[in-house]
């Protein structure tokens, strides 16, 4: 079930409307009821490997917590953790297994699925990583495991987080079941405007620079280095647009229901490092790589590491890279088998070990040369820079395959005349008029992506209700009306699912 769908809508109103109608201890029925309503809108049979996935996960965490010594409680969290990826692997790589094992070169596939013949259950890939947090933490000892099978029920599978996160902790949601949520009229006004906020980036802005950016990339006569740069900063935009939509979505819908999700974007392209990138984009995610990944990684390597330093370099700048290393190829792996996601993940390892041992001549350098006084000047380089890697990066992740990424790489520096220019202005035309757009119409729409990125960063949070509220009621109510025209002028009919529902 789409969130832009009419059924969600219909679904979701009459969600609400009974959970304020239900008594609050019995709340977690109807949140259990729904959430499998929702999911049974997929492919139903998959229901069942989520019931599996929670049932199994929920006497695994009980099996840590009866374990008196800690080898035992760890041998029981491996376990654990194996059965997850067990189960996530049988759905999303058994094909790219199949292949392996009947000599099929993976570099020079072609954007097959990663299953041939079964589509993956929808969610699996963030359900998976909910369920090895809560046996992490329990082994941890930082909670204690869930003795009631419905609260555990609700958090894994409650529909607003179920699909695409965010991938919430389990000491910040499931305490939050535990309480009475009374009707706030507040807290429903800021649910119902987040979601507001994240179908308008959705519909208006993604939807549309998907048509865009599909009619370049699937479309080999159109590789030159104008129009590729062009469709790849399209991509850049679309893909967040799309992804935090989503999430605006969902933790609108949640707040409505009395819950709060955790954020997972923070304005990630006014980012001036690749590494406050991933401490903005997908925060949820990068944090759980940190803390279940990277930290574990360190650690190990740092036992094995007897020296101060190797060849002139600090063994921490060794740690370092070798745990970021694995933690990005793993990323990447997550994302997809095929090599272009293992590219993407690679290059963002590159950057961030490049950007860990240049950080100190970096910080000379501009100190001597006194760049960095020029503060706005400065930043706004900085961010320039580190949304053209970002982009580099994302071409890996938009295009089919490993081939046709480095093909468009090896056609970036094509076609840059002033012939090859009008046929872009050409193209693009073409692309709007395919969109039944006309050109001053796509100039509205690409004015409105760097409106959006202002408004978020000016609020941080969206419209969040201590600066928006204050704001005049005629202004609010303006903003209001002209997001519903906006959606009601621009939305697509046939809206495209969300990127990430693939991952």
């Known amino acids: 079930m789409l969130f832009t769908s009419l059924n969600f809508l219909v679904f979701f109103a009459l969600t609400t409307v009974v959970y304020y109608w239900v008594p609050s201890p019995k709340r977690w029925i109807l949140l259990l009821a729904a959430s499998l309503i929702f999911y049974l809108f997929s492919i139903p049979v998959y229901a069942l490997v989520l019931v599996f996935s929670i049932v199994s996960n929920y006497l695994l965490g009980n099996w840590i917590s009866r374990c008196a010594d800690k080898s035992a409680r760890k041998l029981a969290m491996i376990t654990g953790i194996l059965f997850n990826l067990f189960l996530l692997a049988v759905f999303r790589y058994a094909g790219s297994f199949i292949d392996i094992l009947s000599g099929m070169p993976l570099i020079v596939r072609t954007g097959e699925p990663v299953l041939h013949h079964i589509i993956i259950p929808l969610g699996i890939s963030f359900y998976t990583f909910s369920n090895i947090s809560y046996l992490v933490e329990i082994k941890r000892k930082n909670i204690q495991a869930e003795n009631h099978l419905g609260y555990f029920t609700c958090y894994i599978s409650f529909f607003p987080k179920l699909i695409q996160g965010p991938i919430d902790r389990p000491q910040h949601f499931i305490p939050?079941?535990?309480?009475?949520?009374?009707?706030?009229?507040?807290?429903?006004?800021?649910?119902?405007?987040?979601?507001?906020?994240?179908?308008?980036?959705?519909?208006?802005?993604?939807?549309?620079?998907s048509l865009m950016v599909n009619g370049v990339y699937d479309n080999k006569e159109h590789w030159h280095g104008p129009l590729l740069v062009f469709s790849t900063i399209l991509f850049a935009f679309q893909i967040y647009m799309d992804f935090s939509g989503y999430i605006d979505i969902a933790r609108g819908a949640a707040r409505i229901l009395g819950f709060r999700l955790s954020r997972n974007f923070n304005s990630p392209y006014l980012s001036t490092s690749i590494k406050e990138f991933w401490n903005r984009w997908h925060i949820t995610l990068s944090q759980w790589l940190r803390d279940y990944l990277f930290l574990p990684v360190a650690y190990y390597v740092s036992a094995k590491m007897k020296k101060e330093a190797y060849a002139g370099i600090r063994v921490d700048k060794y740690i370092y890279a070798i745990a970021i290393s694995v933690t990005f190829l793993l990323c990447g792996l997550w994302h997809g088998s095929g090599w272009n996601f293992i590219a993407w993940g690679g290059i963002f390892a590159i950057y961030l070990i490049t950007g860990s041992l240049l950080e100190k001549p970096k910080k000379r350098f501009y100190k001597k040369t006194g760049f960095s006084n020029h503060k706005k000047t400065f930043?706004?380089?900085q961010v320039s820079i580190t949304f053209m890697l970002v982009c580099f990066a994302w071409i890996f992740f938009r295009a089919p395959d490993l081939g046709n990424a480095m093909e468009i790489i090896y056609k970036l520096p094509s076609g840059w005349n002033s012939d090859t220019m009008w046929g872009v202005l050409s193209t693009i035309q073409g692309l709007l008029n395919q969109q039944n757009l006309s050109l001053p119409e796509g100039g509205i729409l690409l004015l409105l992506i760097p409106s959006v990125i202002g408004i978020e960063s000016f609020f941080q949070e969206h419209a969040n209700h201590r600066k928006f509220s204050v704001l005049p009621m005629t202004v609010r109510w303006l903003t209001y009306y002209l997001l519903v025209l906006l959606i009601c002028y621009f939305g697509i009919a046939e809206t495209n699912s969300f990127v990430y529902f693939q991952f």
């Open 176 to 209: 939050q079941l535990r309480k009475n949520h009374p009707f706030d009229y507040q807290e429903v006004t800021n649910g119902i405007r987040l979601m507001l906020w994240g179908f308008f980036k959705k519909l208006v802005i993604a939807d549309h620079l």
């Open 379 to 381: 930043n706004a380089l």
